[in-house]
């Protein structure tokens, strides 16, 4: 079965602190990858998302995210973090078309970003 | 705002009873899957309806049921509960064609 981690839980860091969140997905086929956000007290929402193309996606709010196949990785990253990304990030993967809809999350990993 | 709604937003029941929840998808999204997410743990898809039947489940028992409406709203049931039902349950609907998933702010439940 399909798995996703990601290794940190928890991070805390200082506003313009550059950000890098580790994914890693065990599905060796052609996969989806996504990352979403869910805000405190607010729904998951997607940042950004890999289907084929460029592996450099860029998604909305300054984040962006590599896909490296040859290390199963999906790792999310932002320059300059503000007070503002303080939330859950959960890396997620889906294994191409048949399985429809159907994603695999990673644990998550909260981040706190101190003023 | 998503556009997904879903109710109740929180509930208590007490292990052995039996819980309905509802979706409302967005405006044009005609599949709609739904998820658990336990307390500090990542969502976990139960099962996906498209076009009024189940075209996919996840490790969940057959308690675990649902419904797809013909205006794509859906409802999740769930029969004898127990103490580890307990967590956030989130419906997310999709346009067609697309893997893209919308979420709805989710469900508590509770089990007592």
């Known amino acids: 079965a399909q798995s996703v981690s990601q290794h940190n839980h928890h991070v805390i860091l200082s506003e313009a602190a550059s950000l890098e969140l580790g994914c890693n997905y065990s599905?060796?086929?052609?996969?989806?990858l996504f990352w979403y956000v869910q805000y405190p007290g607010q729904h998951l929402q997607l940042l950004l998302k890999y289907f084929s193309g460029d592996p450099l996606v860029k998604g909305i709010k300054g984040f962006e995210a590599e896909f490296i196949k040859s290390k199963f990785s999906f790792n999310l990253r932002k320059p300059s973090v503000q007070w503002s990304d303080t939330a859950e990030y959960f890396c997620?993967?889906?294994?191409?078309?048949?399985?429809?809809?159907?994603?695999?999350f990673g644990g998550g990993t909260r981040l706190m970003v101190k003023p | 705002e998503t556009g997904v709604t879903q109710s109740p937003t929180h509930l208590i029941k007490t292990r052995g009873q039996q819980v309905t929840l509802r979706c409302s998808s967005q405006s044009g999204h005609n599949t709609v899957s739904w998820y658990q997410q336990a307390l500090g743990q990542g969502p976990q898809f139960i099962f996906q309806y498209y076009r009024e039947e189940e075209n996919g489940r996840g490790n969940f028992p057959p308690r675990f049921s649902g419904l797809q409406f013909p205006n794509y709203s859906s409802e999740l049931n769930v029969n004898a509960l127990e103490l580890d039902d307990s967590a956030l349950y989130l419906c997310a609907s999709s346009p067609p064609g697309s893997g893209e998933l919308f979420f709805g702010e989710g469900s508590r439940l509770t089990v007592l």
């Open positions: 599905y060796g086929g052609t996969v989806n």
């Open positions: 997620a993967v889906n294994e191409g078309a048949r399985a429809g809809n159907m994603l695999t």
